[in-house]
């Protein structure tokens, strides 16, 4: 891929995910600059990963050809206000957005009327390169800058392009915040198998192996439907049916689509709010 200057301001969970994983693919260490108020999370890239740092945002952007917006939403008009305050010319730089619930029209408007905005929606597993990216960008966005994006987030993991922006809360509500739906099911998975009598390593390992496994099992065979390996599981009169049927009894699939509902429900209104 191309290698740009890249800024990242906010260097905090998702900055670490989205750095480590353009590291493992060979992104320059040198070309990677990541800007926060505080040294710890700094010193902790430059040390694992041999980034630049700085405290100083303005320093961090006035580098860079490509900025990644690597901060709490609810921080994204501060951060960028002051940035245009200490005289950053956002030029022809390219700005990327990772926040969640921040309009492409909001972020616009926040850098001081610059359009060239690519915004995207990662999740954490980037940190391992087993991301999964929605993006989206309005339609004057240049192929280069859509390419670009791509390729830096294809070095963490699949990416997916929304034609509408609201997809973007979709993606939200389907990957961004996903894994930590099954990070609650695994614990609630684990709690019962430690209170059946395994030890607490031995519940994770059962648990995250089985998580591993399912999940590999499901990349490893497209031509399969989910309720296909479903399926394969569950003997009839056997163990598994008599667990999903408790599962369907209890309105899994009701619950699933109301949690994923609230999280688009929230991107939305964080939209109108920000
Ligand atoms: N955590 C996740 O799973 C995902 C998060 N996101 C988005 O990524 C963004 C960052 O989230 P996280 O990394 O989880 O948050 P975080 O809280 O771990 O990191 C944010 C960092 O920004 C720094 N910061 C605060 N004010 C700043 C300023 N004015 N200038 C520079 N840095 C500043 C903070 O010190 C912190 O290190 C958010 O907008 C979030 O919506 C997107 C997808 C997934
Ligand atoms: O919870 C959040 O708002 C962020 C966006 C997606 C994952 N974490």
Known sequence: MEHRKLAFIGAGNMSRSLISGLIQSGY???????????????????????????QNNLEAVTQAEAVVLAVKPQMMAAMLSE???AGATLGDKLLISIAAGISVARLEQMAGGHTR???????????????????????????ADRAYCQHMMEAVGKT???DEEDGINQVIAAAGSAPAYFFLFMEAMARQAEQSGFSADDARLLVQQTALGAANMVAANPQLSLSQLREQ????????AEAIRRF???????????????AVARARELERQL
Do not use: Q
């Open 28 to 54: 320059p260490a040198d070309c990677i600059i990541a800007a926060n108020p505080s040294r710890p999370k700094l010193d902790a890239l430059a040390a694992d990963f041999g980034i630049r740092t700085t």
């Open 83 to 85: 940035l245009l305050a």
């Open 117 to 143: 905005i690519v915004r995207t929606m990662p999740n954490t597993p980037s940190l391992l390169g087993l991301g999964m990216t929605g993006l989206y960008a309005r339609p004057h966005v240049a192929e």
């Open 160 to 162: 997916l392009w929304v």
């Open 233 to 240: 599981v569950t003997s009839k009169g056997g163990t598994t």
């Open 248 to 262: 369907n009894d209890n309105g899994l699939d009701r619950l699933v689509a109301d949690a994923m509902a609230a």
